[in-house]
């Protein structure tokens, strides 16, 4: 069974441009989360989707935000970027909502200059 | 203060050592446990889960709950090389799947 996907891989943006990040979760999987990683802040929630809603949402700011697909695929997207939002934005799937156990894609590493 | 403290390491040991790791954690309704294992520029894999109090063993991996004094671990047996990694405790509340992560230990396994 084919894991988390995350496109794209890698992305450089400048400040101000906004950005938008796709996961396709792992077949089967109706639960996406998004969570950030950052060497100072570590892994933070940023929101879960689940069934097309969000059904939790982290604290940040409104400028993330994301959306699911009836096929469970996730985009994130973040408007008016700013230099502290480079990060490795992570997805994660599970099968749903009541299974805790969730698992990883590569992730998408983005730098804003 | 952080939900999950978790030593950041690095923490570098002899193949075949013993590797401990541990996290402290002041929220006591988290129920539901985890371990990653991150690879540089990799995203986190699933080593152990684990329900509320107790040991579970997987291979050369286990983990122990200890939720009286908010505390848990992992243990690695037998360690080696492609050990060398990133180790993240989680843990959630219940249903509704957020993860809380500690903030990693990074491991040396020499060989």
């Known amino acids: 069974k084919a894991g988390v996907t995350q496109t794209p891989r890698y992305l450089i943006k400048t400040r101000g441009q906004q950005v938008t990040l796709s996961c396709s979760p792992i077949?089967?999987?109706?639960?996406v989360s998004w969570y950030q990683q950052t060497p100072g802040q570590g892994l933070q929630f940023l929101f879960e989707?689940?069934?097309?809603?969000?059904?939790n949402k982290g604290n940040f700011p409104g400028r993330f935000s994301g959306r699911q697909f009836s096929n469970s695929r996730s985009e994130m997207n973040v408007s008016t970027l700013e230099l502290g939002d480079s990060a490795l934005y992570l997805c994660?799937?599970?099968?749903?909502?009541?299974?805790?156990?969730?698992?990883f894609g590569p992730g998408t590493r983005l730098t804003v200059l | 203060q952080k939900e999950v403290e978790q030593d950041p390491g690095p923490l570098s040991v002899p193949e075949g050592a013993i590797v401990s790791l541990n996290c402290t954690y002041s929220?006591?309704?988290?129920?539901?446990f985890m371990w990653y294992r991150q690879y540089s520029r990799k995203g986190p894999e699933l080593l152990m889960y684990?329900?509320?109090?107790g040991n579970k063993e997987d291979g050369r991996f286990t983990a122990q709950v200890d939720k009286s004094s908010k505390y848990i671990s992992l243990f690695i047996r037998d360690s080696q090389p492609s050990d060398s990694a990133t180790y993240l405790c989680?843990?959630?509340?219940?249903?509704?799947?957020?993860?809380?992560f500690g903030g990693g230990t990074r491991v040396l396994v020499k060989p």
């Open positions: 077949s089967g999987h109706r639960s």
């Open positions: 989707y689940f069934s097309e809603t969000q059904r």
């Open positions: 929220n006591s309704a988290f129920q539901y």
């Open positions: 989680a843990m959630s509340k219940g249903a509704g799947n957020k993860l809380t």
């Open positions: 684990t329900y509320s109090s």
């Open positions: 994660a799937s599970s099968p749903s909502l009541f299974y805790n156990e969730q698992f």
